[in-house]
């Protein structure tokens, strides 16, 4: 049997809405809608890519193995849904990974760990780890840069000092810094930066924008070095004079995008480390760039966006010292 790459469902027609609640509540039906959602009617081996695949059965009864697995003829290695994703080697229930990525893709400002935990029955440990592989899973690796006309700011992230005096609003702050990049009209961009200098600013838009684009931000000087060379232009919307719009010069979508990881934050998660910001950000980033279609379709993708990831509790050389 001629070897395949591994099958990515596309589009994929079953009615998510009505089939997650039988997911969320029997482990049988959760295991059938996952590999519905990653494999459709083409089940593969997530191993070898090969097609030549059976699911393993109980020789008396003649029903599923209790662990689900399959087997394929091709390179003669067993495996789950689980394999090869964000689920591998855990023993958690599928029906509560269904209930994860459901409830994180149909809340409009997420959902926190210990909300899971009431829901599910689960400990606060197992819940925040279920949720931080949800993020993962929601993780753009693709790289594909923004394009158009992209406008760029900034945000910090943190709590109020708790001594007054001791740190500044704005850009003399200590929070974390974040960058933010969005298409009118298109998808958003976020990423942990250690500070707003030139250089720094330089490589994330850099990173994350194609060089033909036009670039908005607003009046600070950094972004003079930050977005030289980029053939669109620079255009400047001067907050500091109260101007925030000038025709079409603004840097509103960015910010309004802002406001929702903001109220986020603040409302469901309260405090957040900067260790693991990303993950959060990841998180809203793709509720944002997949707004445009149902809570279905965003569980289908968060769930499809689970396979080649693997989120390690720590690193191998971390483990080995």
């Known amino acids: 049997m001629t070897r395949k790459k591994p099958c990515l469902v596309g589009e994929n027609k079953c009615d998510v809405i009505r089939d997650v609640p039988a997911a969320c509540a029997d482990k049988d039906a959760a ?7 990653r494999w459709a ?3 593969c081996c997530p191993l070898c890519g090969g097609v030549d695949v059976y699911q393993m059965k109980d020789r008396k009864s003649g029903s599923r193995e209790a662990n689900y697995r399959w087997r394929c003829r091709d390179c003669g290695q067993k495996y789950t849904v689980r394999t090869g994703t964000v689920m591998a080697q855990t023993r958690m229930p ?12 149909s809340s409009k400002k997420s959902v926190s760990a210990k909300q899971i935990q009431r829901e599910t029955g689960l400990s606060y440990k197992s819940a925040l780890f279920l949720l931080h592989r949800v993020r ?23 709590g109020k000092p708790r001594y007054k005096g001791q740190s500044q609003r704005g850009r003399g702050t200590r929070k974390q810094p974040v960058i933010g990049m969005v298409e009118r ?18 490589d994330a838009v850099q990173q994350h924008v ?15 070095k930050a977005v030289a060379g980029f053939d669109g232009g620079h255009s400047v919307v001067n907050h500091s004079m109260n101007e925030y719009v000038r025709g079409d010069v603004t840097t509103n979508t960015i910010e309004s995008f802002f406001a929702i990881l ?9 405090n957040v480390s900067r260790k693991y910001l990303q993950r959060y950000l990841d998180e809203f980033e793709f509720r944002y760039n997949t707004r445009k279609v149902d809570d279905g379709e965003r569980t289908v993708a968060a769930i499809q966006g689970a396979i080649g990831k693997r989120l390690m509790y720590r690193e191998p050389e971390e483990r080995a010292a």
């Open 31 to 37: 295991v059938a809608f996952m590999e519905k959602q």
């Open 41 to 43: 009617d083409d089940p």
């Open 94 to 105: 599928l029906r509560y990974w269904c209930h994860a990525f459901w409830r994180v893709c």
């Open 136 to 158: 993962f899973a929601m993780a753009d690796m693709k790289g594909v840069k923004l394009s158009g006309t992209v406008e760029v700011d900034e945000i910090y992230i943190g």
């Open 185 to 202: 009209s298109g998808r958003v961009r976020t990423c942990v930066i250690p500070d707003v200098t030139g250089k720094t600013l330089k």
């Open 210 to 224: 194609r060089k033909a684009s036009r670039i908005i931000t607003d009046e600070w000087p950094a972004y003079r």
């Open 262 to 270: 903001k109220r986020g934050l603040i409302g469901v998660y309260h």
